[in-house]
């Protein structure tokens, strides 16, 4: 296809895709004359990843050039460069260097194996640690049953992961991560305020009457 052809087909402007060819985020097509190159569904499928990760993901187009060259790379694993594209998605803040002992132990409870230097381990660490100060540390068994939906959440979401291309892999990681994560907050509030109205239908707590 020509280059008027693949942007249509990504739904981007022709300036855009000419844009990610000089920056390197997209291998140039194959020459077919002095200024025409033709190109193929690889392309395509590259296009719908840079998009997402410039787009969705924030990325700055350099971040997003280092997880592409680990997607390129041949010696890398899905694993691997599902690794790569969580490192470079804007995370949980967390200031200074929260213990991270706690968050450890509490994966080796769950049996749950991840990177020493996960960034999520560190969120998770800082999450903790803002509990505490706040006077409000988690009651016995909360983490254990988040850790039990989360689990199964993550276990669904891996299963859904596209195993034919490593490209797409990633393009379906960086979607559902960030914009998923917040439908995942929304309908746990809406949960709240579901199961709040079941318990309180009078709007106040059980034994206040007469008060």
């Not at 020459?31 to 025409?36: E, V």
């Not at 509490?106 to 706040?134: E, I, N, Q, Y």
């Amino acid at each position: 296809m020509q280059i008027s052809e693949l942007a249509r087909r990504a739904g981007i402007p022709v300036a855009t895709v000419k844009y990610y060819l000089r920056e390197g985020l997209v291998p140039p097509g194959e020459l077919t004359g002095a200024t025409r190159a033709r190109y193929g569904e690889e392309h395509l499928a590259r296009l719908r990843l840079v998009r997402a990760l410039l787009g969705p993901g924030r990325l700055s187009v350099a971040t997003a050039r280092a997880v592409l060259a680990a997607v390129d790379d041949p010696g890398t694993s899905v694993h691997e460069a599902l690794g790569a594209a969580h490192r470079a998605l804007p995370g949980v803040g967390v200031d200074g260097a929260p213990d991270l002992d706690e968050a450890r132990a509490h994966l080796r409870r769950w049996g749950w194996r991840v990177a020493a230097d996960s960034p999520a381990l560190l969120a998770l660490a800082g999450a903790l640690d803002a509990l505490r100060t706040a006077g409000s540390p988690p009651p016995d068994g909360l983490l254990d049953r988040y850790a039990a939906a989360a689990g199964r959440l993550g276990e669904q979401d891996v299963a859904d992961i596209p195993a034919g291309s490593l490209v797409e892999a990633v393009r379906f990681v960086v979607v559902n991560t960030v914009l998923l994560e917040p439908v995942l907050l929304a309908l746990r509030r809406l949960a709240q305020e579901d199961a709040s109205r079941r318990r309180f239908p009078d709007g106040r707590p059980s034994g206040a009457e007469g008060r």
